[in-house]
């Protein structure tokens, strides 16, 4: 590799030497890909809670840890759910349009290239597996999570009998975490199925997927009023999500209060944007979070109304 000393700028070129002094150039990029420090990003702007509490830091952290312990684990791969292995441990899967970026999300939440992903839609034709945090021996701290096809465009009917017998009578089955493009919203086929969620009393979430295209469409530093409006937008299409998933908010709710926007590919500082939210949520849909400490109020003896003393 050739080292570099004293690099010099002069009309849009970097002049450097190398270590043997011959002068080099390198064109300046005037379009430098925007990275933003951790700091002066709004992280918890990308979720929004109606109804769940937010993940305190110490939660994302664990979070994290979680997924990052150790590799995960690839399980098994099944086109009917008949076939599916059984298992004890907690599951939560995946759904949503082709290429809306399901793949791609569990490869990023699972910190490894273990899920086919694909600019073509419908290339996950299968049911997929994996394992993540736990021991070989010990499968009671240990979540499962599903990778799904796709359905719409590139989807296929005979998968979707499949998905739905999974839906319908999957006893590990936590929570259902639909995915739905962050610039497209709820399309139609999404509304089919967040019916059949209520029809077989599956319960779920909504994650907006891509939202680096909302915040970051062009991948340069936005400024602050310019960031503002593209969060107040994200923030408008998540409560136009709330609308469609709570119609009747005293009903029977099968949907999680909260929307998390995230992007498989858009670092933040040094985290990915929205990516410990989604973990976290996924954990706590199967109980797994880390639970804030409960202390105790002290035991105080308890006076009725007539032993008071009127002063
Ligand atoms: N900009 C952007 N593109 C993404 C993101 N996630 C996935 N993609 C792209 O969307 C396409 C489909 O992704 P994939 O994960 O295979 O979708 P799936 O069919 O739902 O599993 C691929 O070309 C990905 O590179 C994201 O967060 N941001
Ligand atoms: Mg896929």
Redesign the pocket.
Same mark, same amino acid.
């Given at each position: 590799m050739q080292s570099t000393i004293a690099p010099r700028k002069f009309l849009g070129l970097q002049l450097s030497r190398s270590n043997n002094g011959v002068l080099f150039r390198k064109a300046l990029s005037t379009t430098t890909p925007h990275k933003p420090s951790t700091a002066e990003f709004p992280h918890g702007a990308l979720s929004y809670h109606w109804d769940t509490t937010e993940p305190t830091a110490s939660q994302l952290v664990h979070a994290s840890k979680f997924f990052n312990l150790q590799p995960p684990k690839f399980l098994w791969s099944a086109e009917k759910f008949k076939t599916m292995d059984f298992g004890g441990s907690p599951e939560i899967c995946f759904l949503?349009?082709?290429?809306?970026?399901?793949?791609?999300?569990l490869n990023t939440l699972l910190s490894k290239r273990i899920?086919?992903?694909?600019?073509k839609?419908?290339?996950?034709r299968l049911m997929n597996a994996f394992a993540v945090g736990g021991r070989e021996d010990n499968a009671s701290n240990r979540l499962v999570v599903l990778?799904m096809p796709?359905y719409g465009k590139?989807g296929r009917a005979e998968w979707g009998k499949e998905v739905l017998k999974y839906l319908g009578k999957r006893r590990q089955l936590k929570r259902a975490f639909l995915?739905v493009d962050s610039e497209h919203g709820i399309k139609n086929s999404d509304k089919q199925l967040l019916a059949l969620f209520q029809e077989h009393s599956v319960p779920y979430q909504i994650v907006l997927? !891509?939202?680096?295209?909302i915040i970051f469409p062009d991948n340069r530093k936005p400024s602050p009023e310019v960031l503002a409006l593209r969060l107040a937008a994200l923030r408008k299409t998540m409560e136009t999500i709330k609308d469609e998933v709570e119609p009747d908010p005293e009903g029977d709710l099968l949907a999680t209060g909260e929307v998390i926007a995230?992007?498989?590919? !858009?670092w933040v500082g040094a985290k990915r944007m929205g990516i410990d939210a989604v973990r976290f949520a996924m954990l706590r849909a199967a109980g797994l979070e880390l639970k804030p400490k409960i202390t105790l109020a002290k035991p105080t003896e308890i006076v009725s109304f007539d032993e008071l003393e009127m002063s």
């Open positions: 949503g349009r082709s290429n809306v970026g399901k793949s791609s999300l899920a086919h992903t694909s600019s839609p419908g290339r996950t990778d796709g590139g995915l997927s !891509k939202a680096d295209r995230c992007s498989s590919e !858009k």
